[in-house]
């Protein structure tokens, strides 16, 4: 495995190499750079999934996602063992999908036990074609459309509520439609006022965030749902940000939750769940650091478990939902070089395939990624360049300084950890087919998502008549 070490991690030892043996090491796959079967092959390839990468791109094509199921399936076990152990209640684990839905996707995740969280209804018909059950589907959103909250309630999942507006358009919903059962079961969102940055986070009594209610109408809204029985409040939610390498907001946010929880009882309201939202950070290079899993549930439920003895009152269940440590790290993206351009003592532009349109994270968030040459493994990094996207779009730069060995045109160039809000946040940006996806498991390769075609991107096009 010497040549994962051409990531740039050299200086970290064993951290960072992919290896099964989680559980003694406490480590879990967000901490990881790559996917855990990463290998390298006899023919000096990457290997993920027993699958060559180079292989994979000679039969599917280029640029490619691949997604490594052992990974997503080792991930979604290490949140289900760690409520297990460190959490006396009942428990529920949740996958936000907007992190990358697709049927492929939640149907893992939904076999492996967990819920999953939709923000829309084309999130919501993509799970229910996957086969997920309703009653595991949490529709979430902060101006969800009637046809949505409609479509969510006629299937039976469960509403997380942003906002007044969204509360009384439920309770309309709910009244005379012989097709929507009564109660309507929701969730009720607060903006718990703890606001999360990837190294610091503050605390605050109010904060400007476009989502959930103020904690300080919490009394208001329980009020308006006791009195109308068009409506179940079956739970609280919050989420706090996203790439969070601390502990302490958890904690504190768990703390803060079970004292709203702990006033529902006042109004006679069966709020049995409290959702604490998603957020934990993943490796994107080797200067990151977050929590493991089990670190994570361990000091959410001890918070939670010890406000709740405080307050004498019981477990509630508790629902996490993550996204990006749920699969960021079990998928990478392959791509095929091409060309090349030296600005003398300036730098020197590797250009790949494609760029912001299947990536839009660098362009969006100045995000930061690692890259390996798949092609040659342990030929040592000389070079430090920019890998540049095919974009019209001189921001559209996939990684600004790239530690690879010498490349050459038809290289492939894999980058890491592109498993979250890659695939979901991608586009046709100059009208480029959104590549295929394949899922790897044991040597075997299965398209999830098939490689749009031109023909695909005039699909909804129309020209009239006149124009002819
Ligand atoms: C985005 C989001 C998540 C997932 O966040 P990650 O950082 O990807 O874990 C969970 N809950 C809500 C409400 C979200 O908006």
Redesign the pocket.
């Known amino acids: 495995m010497g040549s994962i070490n051409a990531v740039g991690v050299q200086n970290s030892g064993r951290r960072y190499l992919p290896t099964m043996d989680q559980g003694a090491e406490g480590r879990s796959p967000n901490q990881y750079l790559v996917p855990l079967t990463t290998r390298v092959n006899s023919r000096d390839c990457l290997e993920v999934g027993g699958c060559d990468v180079t292989e994979l791109i000679q039969q599917f094509g280029s640029p490619l996602y691949i997604l490594d199921e052992e990974t997503l399936r080792a991930t979604c076990r290490q949140y289900q063992a760690a409520f297990q152990r460190h959490y006396l209640g009942q428990y529920q684990v949740?996958y936000?999908s907007?992190?990358w839905n697709c049927l492929a996707v939640c149907a893992i995740v939904h076999s492996e036990g967990l819920g999953i969280?939709i923000?829309s209804g084309g999130e919501l018909f993509t799970a229910l074609q996957a086969g997920v059950s309703p009653g595991k589907l949490y529709l979430?959103g902060n101006n969800k459309s009637e046809e949505e909250l409609r479509l969510a309630i006629e299937n039976g999942c469960k509403i997380?509520v942003d906002n007044w507006h969204e509360l009384k358009t439920l309770v309309d919903l709910g009244g005379d439609n012989p097709n929507i059962q009564n109660p309507i079961r929701i969730l009720i969102?607060l903006t718990p006022g703890i606001e999360c940055h990837t190294h610091e986070y503050i605390r605050t009594g109010h904060l400007d965030s476009k989502?959930g209610f103020d904690p300080n109408e919490l009394d208001a809204v329980f009020r308006f749902i006791s009195q109308h029985p068009q409506l179940e409040c079956c739970g609280l939610?919050a989420?706090i940000?996203?790439?969070?390498f601390e502990l302490q907001p958890h904690s504190d946010l768990g703390t803060v939750m079970v004292q709203w929880f702990s006033k529902a009882a006042q109004y006679g309201l069966p709020v049995q769940e409290l959702?604490i939202?998603?957020?934990?950070?993943i490796c994107y290079t080797e200067a990151d650091d977050p929590p493991s899993i089990d670190a994570w549930v361990q000091v959410v439920s001890q918070a939670i478990t010890s406000a709740c003895q405080e307050n004498q009152i019981p477990l509630p269940k508790l629902l996490c939902?993550?996204?990006?440590?749920?699969i960021?790290t079990a998928c990478v993206t392959a791509y095929t070089l091409g060309s090349q351009k030296t600005v003398p003592d300036i730098r020197t532009y590797v250009t790949v395939d494609g760029g912001m349109s299947d990536n839009p994270r660098p362009i969006t968030y100045q995000s930061v990624y690692r890259a390996v040459v798949a092609n040659r493994m342990s030929a040592p990094c000389t070079e430090t360049v920019t890998i540049a996207g095919k974009h019209c779009e001189s921001g559209d730069i996939l990684i600004k300084e790239a530690n690879l060995p010498k490349t050459e045109p038809s290289d492939i160039l894999v980058v890491l950890n592109t498993g979250?809000?890659n695939y979901s946040m991608a586009s046709n940006y100059n009208r480029l087919p959104r590549p295929a996806a394949v899922l790897v498991n044991q040597g075997e390769a299965n398209i999830i998502l098939q490689r749009e075609s031109y023909q695909d991107l005039i699909r909804q096009d129309c020209l009239p008549e006149r124009l002819r």
Request: net charge positive; glycine share 22%; proline share 3%.
């Open positions: 949740l936000a907007k992190a969280d923000v979430h997380v969102r989502f939610h989420h940000g996203s790439q969070i959702n939202g998603g957020g934990l950070g939902e993550p996204g990006r440590s749920l960021g979250a809000y």
